[in-house]
């Protein structure tokens, strides 16, 4: 009997130890035996969880007391499942997700089987890929406005060239010295100045550098 009992002990080492995912079991929130991939994602050995309250996974009180609305959860579903931030040894903080799961369904006191998901990688990915979303969704809506602005030059363009020619043909009645002739000046000058704009967005929505040189 003692010869098949730690048998079932080393296949369950074993088996515990195989698990990419970190697992511990808790008798009143003390770690009475952990796997060696818990040690891994928490840097910690098996000698410095074993004997401490799982509280040291956490910095600070409030940030423990979360823990017992999953104890709460189990004890109304039987089985706890919440994504969960915690702190590696080395002050690294974790996204992991936390079960919990009674070794008696019929009495917690028994002890508790935990496991420790490290999705931690798997967050950043999430984030780096919502911000490459939020960069993609950013140039399209500049390379819209891009297209909307050409569209608006040229057509802007062609009301300008014709207020330029009519004005230019008018100036050529009117005599240099007279005040009909300054005004049309002025308004010529104000339509080239327009186009001159114009030409700038359409530089912006053709994606060119604008660089102005003097000449």
């Not at 040894?89 to 992991?96: E, I, N, Q, S």
């Amino acid at each position: 009997a003692e010869g098949a009992l730690k048998k079932n002990e080393a296949m369950l080492k074993s088996l515990l130890d195989a698990t990419p995912i970190g697992v511990s079991l808790l008798v009143d929130r003390v770690h009475v035996k952990v796997n060696n991939s818990l040690c891994r994602i928490l840097g910690y050995s098996e000698q410095e969880l074993l004997g401490q309250s799982i509280k040291i996974f956490y910095s600070s009180d409030e940030d423990y007391k979360k823990i017992d609305a999953l104890y709460e959860q189990m004890e109304r579903e039987g089985i706890a499942i919440k994504e969960s931030l915690i702190i590696r040894k080395d002050g690294v903080p974790l996204d992991t997700i936390i079960c919990l799961s009674p070794f008696d369904s019929n009495d917690n006191s028994a002890g508790v089987a935990l496991t420790i998901l490290d999705i931690t990688g798997q967050k950043k990915v999430e984030a780096e890929r919502a911000h490459l979303e939020e960069m993609l969704l950013h140039s399209q809506k500049i390379e819209s406005l891009g297209r909307l602005a050409g569209g608006i030059a040229h057509d802007f363009n062609n009301l300008l060239t014709a207020i330029m020619g009519n004005t230019e043909m008018a100036m050529r009645q009117l005599d240099p010295s007279g005040k009909p002739y300054s005004r049309l000046t002025v308004i010529k000058n104000a339509a080239e100045g327009a186009a001159n704009l114009t030409k700038q967005l359409l530089a912006f929505s053709r994606k060119q550098i604008i660089e102005p040189k003097i000449i």
